[in-house]
């Protein structure tokens, strides 16, 4: 008997992204799967309901939801959606798990087995489902565009029979997946760009990309990296210290881009209002990390606002503001990991929990929270 796969509308406030494309919908149809799509849950992507259908989609309401073996979403569904799934469903989407311990044990309790992509281990097997990096890399990005649309200045150099006018100056804090792309981004602009991250390793990599490197490099920097590839939170003699470089390098700079995420922790305050009256006067700063508090003083999540003299853009889900980008390799993620879940011989879904992907993503099943980060108990075995 075939199983149902369901693609829902996103319902979070300004949410423009998709969990499927028709490209990964023919795919899941390879796999044994009837795909339903609820009916304009693509069209904020470029994606509408008769792309889908041309791919094997049928086209439903959101009630289909009740009926799905298997939902993929772009964000954790409220409770008054997942209160409408089956007993048993496979959810699989980005589940903002970190002070959301309440709706992960509802689910729990409602028995479904919810998966969170941005738990995916960075090892060499899942790259090709790494949420995290291919959504911080449009990030990066959208983040050097949405600067230069704010910024009254041209970007590169330019020599004209009227005078010069001089490359903005970048300074990006963290070179993490976004911040390197955000890099990138502002050098093939002709921006002159210079970077700082706690990381040792990411030293070379900003250099890599033509930027200058600013920070402290003392012992604790060179000790400064967690196992899984994450900055780790530094000291607060250290960031006194790189507080002081990184002030006196803020002044100088036209754009100011901040990146910088610990994963279950408010976002690390990076640039004081005090860092930004010493910009010039129309300067820019993006603060990637709004939505977690944020690392600019001042920033205002989902606004451009004037802080000392300098324009702040605090947009969240920069990814969602570039959609059909985002939603197509977001839709590659999910596919790629549900692949895992099907097995080749049946094709039916098999969650083995002692699988390193299952087992670092999977967090509520058989009506247990069973993710050890979030007060669950880890098992092994299949179910």
Same mark, same amino acid.
């Given at each position: 008997?075939?199983?149902?796969? %369901?693609?829902?509308?996103?319902?979070?406030?300004?949410?423009?992204?998709?969990?499927?494309?028709?490209?990964?919908?023919?795919?899941?149809?390879?796999?044994?799967?009837d795909v339903v799509v &609820?009916?304009?849950?693509?069209?904020?992507?470029? @994606?509408?309901?008769?792309?889908?259908?041309?791919?094997?989609?049928?086209?439903?309401?959101?009630?289909?939801?009740?009926?799905?073996?298997?939902?993929?979403?772009?964000?954790?569904?409220? &409770?008054?959606?997942?209160?409408?799934?089956?007993?048993?469903?496979?959810?699989?989407?980005?589940?903002?798990?970190?002070?959301?311990?309440?709706?992960?044990?509802?689910?729990?309790?409602?028995?479904?087995?919810? %998966?969170?992509? &941005?738990?995916?281990?960075?090892?060499?097997?899942?790259?090709?489902?790494?949420?995290?990096?291919?959504?911080?890399?449009?990030?990066?990005?959208?983040?050097?565009?949405?600067?230069?649309?704010?910024?009254?200045?041209?970007?590169? @150099?330019?020599?004209?029979?009227?005078?010069?006018?001089?490359?903005?100056?970048?300074?990006?804090?963290?070179?993490?997946?976004?911040?390197?792309?955000?890099?990138?981004?502002?050098?093939?602009?002709?921006?002159?760009?210079?970077?700082?991250?706690?990381?040792?390793?990411?030293?070379?990599?900003?250099?890599?990309?033509?930027?200058? %490197?600013?920070?402290?490099?003392?012992?604790?920097?060179?000790?400064?990296?967690?196992?899984?590839?994450?900055?780790?939170?530094?000291?607060?003699?250290?960031?006194?210290?790189?507080?002081?470089?990184?002030?006196?390098?803020?002044?100088?700079?036209?754009?100011?881009?901040?990146?910088?995420?610990i994963p279950g922790r408010?976002?690390?305050?990076?640039?004081?209002?005090?860092?930004?009256?010493?910009?010039?006067?129309?300067?820019?700063?993006?603060?990637?990390?709004?939505?977690?508090?944020?690392?600019?003083?001042?920033?205002?999540?989902?606004?451009?606002?004037?802080?000392?003299?300098?324009?702040?853009?605090?947009?969240?889900?920069?990814?969602?503001?570039?959609?059909?980008?985002?939603?197509?390799?977001?839709?590659?993620?999910?596919?790629?990991?549900?692949?895992?879940?099907?097995?080749?011989?049946?094709?039916?879904?098999?969650?083995?929990?002692?699988?390193?992907?299952?087992?670092?993503?999977?967090?509520?099943?058989?009506?247990?929270?069973?993710?050890?980060? %979030?007060?669950?108990?880890?098992?092994?075995?299949?179910?």
């Amino acid at each position: 008997m075939s199983k149902t796969l %369901f693609v829902p509308k996103e319902t979070a406030d300004a949410e423009t992204r998709v969990a499927a494309s028709p490209d990964t919908v023919k795919k899941l149809k390879g796999l044994g799967f009837d795909v339903v799509v &609820e009916s304009g849950a693509g069209l904020k992507s470029r @994606m509408d309901d008769e792309a889908f259908r041309a791919a094997g989609a049928e086209i439903a309401g959101p009630e289909a939801a009740a009926n799905a073996d298997v939902i993929f979403r772009v964000r954790r569904p409220g &409770e008054q959606e997942f209160f409408g799934y089956k007993s048993g469903a496979i959810v699989i989407a980005t589940m903002d798990p970190y002070g959301h311990e309440d709706a992960l044990a509802a689910m729990a309790g409602k028995g479904i087995s919810a %998966f969170a992509m &941005e738990l995916m281990p960075r090892i060499t097997r899942a790259q090709s489902m790494d949420v995290l990096s291919s959504q911080a890399n449009l990030a990066g990005y959208q983040a050097v565009i949405e600067a230069a649309s704010v910024f009254d200045r041209a970007m590169p @150099m330019m020599m004209t029979a009227a005078g010069t006018v001089p490359a903005a100056r970048v300074f990006v804090m963290g070179a993490g997946v976004a911040g390197l792309q955000a890099i990138a981004t502002a050098r093939r602009l002709g921006a002159v760009v210079s970077a700082t991250d706690v990381r040792p390793a990411a030293k070379e990599q900003v250099a890599s990309l033509g930027a200058k %490197f600013i920070a402290v490099e003392d012992d604790e920097f060179k000790a400064a990296e967690t196992a899984g590839g994450y900055a780790k939170e530094m000291s607060a003699e250290y960031q006194a210290k790189q507080a002081e470089l990184v002030a006196s390098h803020i002044a100088k700079q036209d754009i100011v881009i901040t990146t910088a995420l610990i994963p279950g922790r408010p976002a690390p305050r990076l640039v004081s209002r005090q860092m930004l009256s010493a910009m010039k006067l129309g300067s820019v700063a993006v603060d990637l990390a709004v939505e977690r508090g944020g690392n600019i003083e001042g920033a205002v999540a989902g606004a451009v606002t004037e802080v000392e003299g300098v324009n702040v853009i605090g947009y969240e889900n920069l990814p969602g503001r570039i959609a059909a980008s985002a939603s197509a390799l977001y839709a590659k993620n999910l596919l790629t990991f549900f692949e895992t879940l099907v097995d080749k011989e049946t094709g039916d879904l098999k969650i083995n929990r002692e699988d390193e992907l299952v087992a670092a993503t999977l967090l509520t099943h058989e009506g247990a929270l069973v993710h050890p980060k %979030f007060g669950g108990q880890p098992a092994g075995g299949e179910a």
